[in-house]
């Protein structure tokens, strides 16, 4: 009998799986890309979606190899489309496989994403529109479907966004992130060889050939855990001959792959064309034995045949590393007039994709900075024939702190707003140098701050300021005369909501330095100014109508065009993007800005505010911890270094951030109370009562916070005389009456409470008090159900469902145990709970039990919301959720 039509169909579709496979792991990629057209067309035709989505995610990793930027960006889009919207996937293929679809999703999403990313960058250039969003983006995806594996992938693009953002130090920290993570015993896709390789081309780039040595040799180790093993063994060989070369000692790759049994790479392993990453490789390897040979014309024929079959590819990204060793090969080879035609159109180019690091590095070719190599660099070759005679350079040391905020308590240390940029010494706010002989204008700049704050009325006191608006144009002799003066009208002027008045004002000169990039920037934040300020007039006008949003943007890129060196330019930018909501675009302004000024705390801490807010703590801490050591003395980036350090749980790290920053300021409360925490999570319950003292002294209202902790430490010094005496204080002790700490901060301090009182027995009145009043304020800890629900018995078919219920509240809620400072006048509150069960109706039934406890009035159920099912597990609540103000009583 012969098979139906769907099996010849199923079978024609498992053989060209089989097939890709093959070519794919001989790296073929050219034929394996025709066998997935051949697949996707079939998918298609017949209605298949998992084979189509498997095509299209071959196709998508395929033009990375093939050079291929366009088809990737095509094909990912469509996957995107696809895997977001299950209505037009059935356009494919009507009746889906949904539970095959769904997990297509979790799959494939994230890769979709990252391929999209990358094949952008490799357009446009790593630092190009869009890119430092693409991360966070693409963060958010691995979270929101849950395959946190593949956040290594968009740490992989961070690795490449910041090199091409010429920010060496923080994309070193995402590479070794990368590599210093442990896969699963099941992960088939280890990727700590890209993270060894990717450290090995930022140390070559630096000239540390011994470092790249190291990581080379470490990629040798990993290659076989790669997902493509011969790409990956080809590649580190061929790295490992270019440091060889690099170092005057090309024999010892024969003596490395004799020892490691394997031959060194000839070239045509792969058949050309089938691999053109592969081709590139070989060709910048050729190119370097040819320049380190001193066959400098043969050199250039290589990068030639490279450069032109890379611009035909609209790779622009490859194509920066390519153009700027021809240049540099021929500058070694005595072309002068070919290396600055070639470095006119990577000028441009460069510039275009704001690819900094290739900028700098042409820049010291062009300078005589460093001497031309078959390999540019940023700094001297530490060993080899092209190092300096006298190696005297400072190789310096790189710190691996793994460093990256919240903040339990009120306290007022958010990254600085606009008004910091304003506030910053004004002599120096435009980066000038100071001239010998002052203008006349700037002596009556001088004059008129002294007149300021000589001024004691404040009627007498706005006189004086308003009398800037009628400096002129004219009357600037330079661009730094002018900035300097825009600036400080939009500080003093904005204290008397005149921004508006001051933005008209400024328009001449605007006009009279229209080429200054600084100039250009101050007047484009005042216009920003000028917008703010226009919606808070009464009437509110047209921000538009004042100052189009366009023509700001426009400004600002013309200033950051202009002179990408300035770093308070960039923190403008920055401020400007951040107030628009274009984070992607504050992101890349506020990294340039912290890659130019270490130091500047505006940068850094909008910089780790953007980490923080997208997943990536972990980075916020390292940012933080580099400007502390590059010699930021700020006390705002002291103490929010350290309420990051303890998120991430790095409490030793976090008491050295918060001394810091009690050396740094006056500011004394609350210090002491972190210091205690951190001393309670590293078993120090001696050192945190002596703390919680001079809490005690400083912040005498503080009362619950600091009892709350001399409770914790004396679990821990199992003194339950003492735990029990300060539970008596703290439950005495109304929490609406608690306004000095957040929401998140109490709720974490019930979370100790309750570990605290573990040490009591189960059917202690104190510990059982204690526990009912944290239901009751919505501060009970997983832990806490967890407790109950280990008492049942395991269920398979469970489902996972959040149960919202409304609960009124009646004339005694604001005396009740659970009511929260600001919460004494609602008269109903939304209750959220997770639970596991078998149905709607059990869940509903767990939810309301948990919730009578809290001794109210009756509840009303909102709704049930079905989150995930065919768990096997106990069933019961396994969450409480914070109350929430009911939208109709708000």
């Known amino acids: 009998m012969s098979d139906s039509p769907d099996n010849s169909v199923d079978q024609r579709i498992q053989d060209l799986y089989a097939k890709h496979s093959e070519l794919y792991e001989r790296g073929h990629y050219r034929s394996a890309s025709r066998v997935s057209r051949e697949l996707r067309q079939l998918a298609k035709a017949e209605g298949r979606i998992i084979p189509y989505l498997h095509a299209n995610h071959q196709l998508m990793n395929a033009a990375q190899s093939l050079l291929e930027p366009n088809l990737g960006i095509e094909v990912a889009i469509d996957s995107i489309a696809l895997l977001e919207s299950e209505e037009k996937a059935r356009l494919i293929q009507p009746n889906l496989p949904e539970d095959r679809y769904e997990y297509a999703v979790h799959r494939m999403s994230s890769c979709a994403y990252d391929n999209l990313a990358k094949h952008i960058a490799n357009r446009d250039g790593y630092n190009s529109d869009g890119c430092h969003e693409c991360i966070a983006d693409g963060i958010q995806v691995c979270r929101r479907t849950g395959k946190l594996e593949c956040i290594n992938c968009f740490r992989e693009y961070a690795t490449d966004v910041y090199r091409a953002s010429d920010d060496l130090e923080m994309a070193m920290h995402h590479a070794r992130a990368v590599e210093q993570v442990n896969p699963r015993d099941d992960d088939d896709d280890d990727r700590r060889w890209v993270g060894a390789r990717d450290q090995m081309h930022l140390h070559l780039v630096q000239g540390q050939l011994e470092a790249a040595l190291d990581a080379a040799k470490r990629c040798w180790l990993l290659h076989v855990n790669y997902h493509a093993p011969l790409e990956a063994k080809f590649d580190t060989l061929i790295n490992l001959e270019v440091i060889f070369w690099l170092m005057g000692k090309q024999d010892a790759l024969q003596e490395f792959v004799a020892s490691a049994g394997v031959e060194p790479v000839r070239g045509d392993e792969i058949p050309p064309g089938e691999f053109p990453h592969w081709d590139v490789k070989i060709s910048h390897r050729n190119a370097l034995r040819h320049a380190c040979r001193g066959e400098f014309a043969e050199a250039i024929e290589v990068l030639t045949r490279l450069d032109q079959l890379l611009q035909a590819r609209q790779s622009l990204d490859p194509w920066f590393e390519a153009c700027l060793r021809l240049v540099s090969i021929c500058l070694l080879a005595g072309e002068a007039e070919k290396a600055a035609r070639l470095a006119k159109q990577l000028t441009e180019r460069a510039q275009t994709a704001r690819d900094w690091l290739t900028l700098r590095r042409l820049k010291a070719l062009q300078s005589g900075q460093l001497p031309p190599a078959p390999l540019p660099t940023v700094a001297p070759f530490t060993s080899g024939p092209f190092a300096p005679q006298k190696n005297s350079s400072d190789q310096g040391h790189q710190h691996d702190h793994d460093h990256g905020s919240c903040s339990d ?377 967890d407790a109950f629900r280990q008492q049942g018995d395991a269920q398979d078919g469970e489902s996972f469902y959040i149960v919202t219920l409304e609960q009124p509240l009646d004339a005694t809620w604001p005396q009740s145990p659970g009511c929260l400072p600001g919460q004494e006048h609602w008269q109903v509150y939304l209750a959220r709970w997770g639970v596991l069960a078998q149905d709607v109706g059990e869940a509903e039934q767990l939810a309301r039990d948990w919730q009578s406890r809290c001794g109210l009035m009756s509840c009303n159920l909102l709704s049930i919301d079905l989150q995930g099912e065919g768990y096997s597990d106990k069933p019961g609540v396994v969450w409480q959720g914070f109350h929430i103000q009911n939208s109709d009583d708000a």
């Open 409 to 785: 308590h009120d306290h007022d240390h958010d990254a600085p707003a606009s008004e910091l940029i304003e506030t910053i010494d004004l002599i120096n706010s435009t980066e000038a140098a100071p001239t010998p002989e002052q203008s006349p204008l700037l002596n009556w700049l001088e004059s008129w701050f002294h007149r300021l704050h000589e001024s004691s009325d404040e009627e007498e006191r706005q006189i004086v300021a308003f009398e800037i608006l009628n400096r002129t144009a004219s009357e600037a002799e330079t661009a730094d005369e002018a900035a300097r003066l825009v600036h400080t009208a939009h500080v003093f002027l904005s204290q008397y909501q005149q921004e508006i008045r001051a933005w008209h004002w400024a328009q001449p000169f605007l006009a009279a330095f229209a080429n200054d990039a600084t100039l250009i920037n101050v007047v484009a934040s005042l216009g920003q100014r000028a917008r703010e300020a226009a919606e808070q007039q009464e009437p509110a006008l047209e921000p538009d109508d004042i100052v189009p949003l366009g023509r700001l943007e426009q400004l600002f890129r013309q200033s950051l065009d202009l002179d990408a060196d300035r770093a308070n330019n960039f923190v403008r930018a920055g401020q400007f993007y951040w107030a628009n909501d274009r984070q992607g675009d504050a992101e890349r302004c506020f990294a340039r800005a912290f890659r130019l000024d270490r130091a500047s705390p505006v940068a850094v801490m909008r910089l780790a505010e953007i980490y923080a807010a997208t997943d990536r703590a972990q980075d916020a801490l390292s940012v933080l911890d580099l400007s502390i050591r590059e010699g930021c003395e700020d006390p705002a980036v002291f103490w929010q270094a350290a309420m990051t350090a303890i998120n991430q749980s790095r409490y030793q790290v976090a008491a050295s951030y918060l001394l810091q920053y009690e050396k740094h300021t006056s500011e004394e409360q609350w210090v002491h109370y972190y210091l205690a925490l951190c001393h309670l999570e590293t078993a120090r319950p001696v050192d945190a009562l002596r703390s919680l003292d001079i809490e005690a002294e400083r912040n005498p209202t503080a009362t619950f916070a600091t009892t709350a902790l001399r409770a914790c430490a004396a679990a821990l010094g199992n003194n339950l005389t003492a735990l029990r005496e300060h539970l008596t204080t703290l439950l005495g002790l109304p929490l609406s009456q608690v306004n000095y700490l957040t929401q998140s901060g109490l709720s974490r301090l019930f979370e100790r409470l309750y570990t605290a009182v573990l040490k009591l027995p189960q059917d202690d009145a104190q510990r059982l008090q204690l526990e009912l009043v944290g239901l009751q304020a919505g501060f009970a800890p997983d832990t806490y159900f």
